[in-house]
């Protein structure tokens, strides 16, 4: 569900926290600076609030998303096999089947990191054979991201 892989901007938030908490631990250290107790406590929070933000706000653009996706196939199709792609890594996968009559759209929610993505989708109709789409999805995405699969 979520990338767990090293990132640059994931090894830039632990340099920027870890380099703050070591600013932080300075500054609490009474005998580090020659400033009076109360100013320094004031100090070392305003410090740590602002790295909390700053911290935060990197962790928010990375944080994953939910985005909700519909596939709306022909009628004949039974079955609607998708890959969720990025970077030529499938990041997830879903499996849709329907009986014979039903038209009605596949709803899927997502959890994915903000980026571009490739939706790999393939329809298989009452034969058998598959055919293939390949859609383009941007995560965060406002509002249901729909597929049309009627082509």
């Given at each position: 569900?979520?990338n767990?892989?090293?990132?640059p901007?994931?090894?830039?938030?632990?340099?920027?926290?870890?380099?703050?908490?070591?600013?932080?631990?300075?500054?609490?250290?009474?005998?580090?600076?020659?400033?009076p107790?109360?100013?320094?406590?004031?100090?070392?929070?305003v410090?740590?609030?602002?790295?909390?933000?700053?911290?935060?706000?990197?962790?928010?653009?990375?944080?994953?998303?939910?985005?909700?996706?519909?596939?709306?196939?022909?009628?004949?199709?039974?079955?609607?096999?998708?890959?969720?792609?990025?970077?030529?890594?499938?990041?997830?996968?879903?499996?849709?089947?329907?009986?014979?009559?039903?038209?009605?759209?596949?709803?899927?929610?997502?959890?994915?990191?903000?980026?571009?993505?490739?939706?790999?989708?393939?329809?298989?109709?009452?034969?058998?054979?598959?055919?293939?789409?390949?859609?383009?999805?941007?995560?965060?995405?406002?509002g249901?991201?729909r597929?049309?699969?009627?082509?």
């Amino acid at each position: 569900m979520f990338n767990l892989t090293p990132t640059p901007i994931g090894a830039k938030v632990v340099t920027f926290a870890l380099s703050h908490l070591i600013i932080i631990t300075t500054i609490w250290m009474p005998h580090a600076l020659p400033i009076p107790s109360p100013t320094r406590k004031r100090l070392a929070t305003v410090i740590a609030v602002v790295g909390l933000a700053v911290v935060g706000g990197q962790l928010a653009r990375v944080w994953p998303r939910d985005v909700e996706v519909a596939y709306q196939p022909s009628p004949e199709v039974r079955r609607v096999d998708v890959d969720i792609v990025q970077d030529g890594e499938a990041v997830t996968t879903a499996r849709f089947n329907r009986v014979a009559g039903d038209d009605s759209a596949f709803f899927h929610t997502l959890s994915l990191q903000p980026g571009q993505y490739r939706a790999r989708i393939t329809v298989y109709g009452s034969n058998g054979r598959g055919v293939e789409h390949s859609r383009p999805l941007t995560v965060p995405a406002d509002g249901v991201t729909r597929f049309d699969l009627r082509e």
